[in-house]
């Protein structure tokens, strides 16, 4: 396994436009989850999904926002009209829920950013 | 609700020294928390994490953290430091559902 993978790994967008990212999570592991992260901060929680169902969506997911993991394995989030301030890393993690393990495993991120 | 407070937001030090980097959370109940390393456009590593237990916590590369229960912290520690440990360290704590609220981040940098 080689771990949580994300792509692209680097996105340049103009204002506007739409963008898609995907998460490929560690096989067998049962929920994904996104965060954002901006220049000088701490990941924030963006949403999860335990298998296929989206369980939460932060407040910090607008409806611009959209996110998806059918069938329960990869996810993509989607940005519509992007927007400057949407500018940042965006990054995926997976873990086993309700099998003893706690632990999250990123991914190397997705940095986002909107000219 | 849970917080964590990263009290530094930078910390410089000198090869060879010791490092503490500090943090506090707030959390109504157990508590599960976490350290995370990001090298430069790199993802979250995991370095050790407080689950139950003992309250000294140690990683494999030297770095070990004690939960304190009374002063809700949980502070990092590296006796000696080396130019590779220069990173950002983020203090995590775990929600019943298994969500991460991470601290803003303390940078460490090592100098020769």
């Known amino acids: 396994d080689t771990g949580v993978s994300q792509n692209p790994r680097h996105k340049i967008t103009k204002r506007g436009q739409n963008v898609t990212f995907r998460c490929d999570p560690i096989?067998?592991?049962?929920?994904l989850y996104w965060y954002r992260q901006t220049l000088g901060q701490g990941p924030e929680f963006l949403t999860y999904?335990?298998?296929?169902?989206?369980?939460?969506k932060s407040r910090l997911l607008s409806d611009r926002f959209s996110a998806e993991r059918p069938k329960g394995s990869f996810s993509t989030l989607e940005i519509q009209r992007t927007e400057q301030g949407d500018s940042a890393m965006y990054l995926c993690?997976?873990?086993?829920?309700?099998?003893?393990?706690?632990?999250?495993?990123f991914g190397q991120g997705t940095r986002l950013t909107v000219v | 609700a849970q917080s964590v407070t990263q009290l530094d937001s930078q910390v410089p030090v000198f090869e060879e020294a010791p490092v503490e980097l500090r943090c506090n959370y707030s959390?109504?109940?157990?508590?599960?928390l976490f350290w995370y390393v990001q090298y430069p456009n790199q993802g979250l590593q995991l370095l050790l994490k407080?689950?139950?237990?003992?309250?000294l916590v140690e990683s494999i590369n030297g770095f070990e953290a004690e939960f304190n229960k009374s002063q809700t912290s949980f502070h990092l520690r590296k006796p000696s430091v080396h130019i590779s440990d220069t990173a950002e360290y983020f203090c995590?704590?775990?929600?019943?559902?298994?969500?991460?609220?991470f601290g803003a981040g303390t940078t460490v940098t090592v100098r020769a």
């Open positions: 993690a997976s873990s086993l829920v309700g099998r003893g393990s706690v632990e999250a495993f």
């Open positions: 096989s067998e592991h049962n929920r």
């Open positions: 999904f335990q298998n296929e169902a989206q369980l939460e």
């Open positions: 959390s109504s109940v157990s508590v599960y």
């Open positions: 407080y689950l139950s237990g003992s309250t």
């Open positions: 995590a704590v775990r929600s019943k559902d298994y969500k991460l609220s």
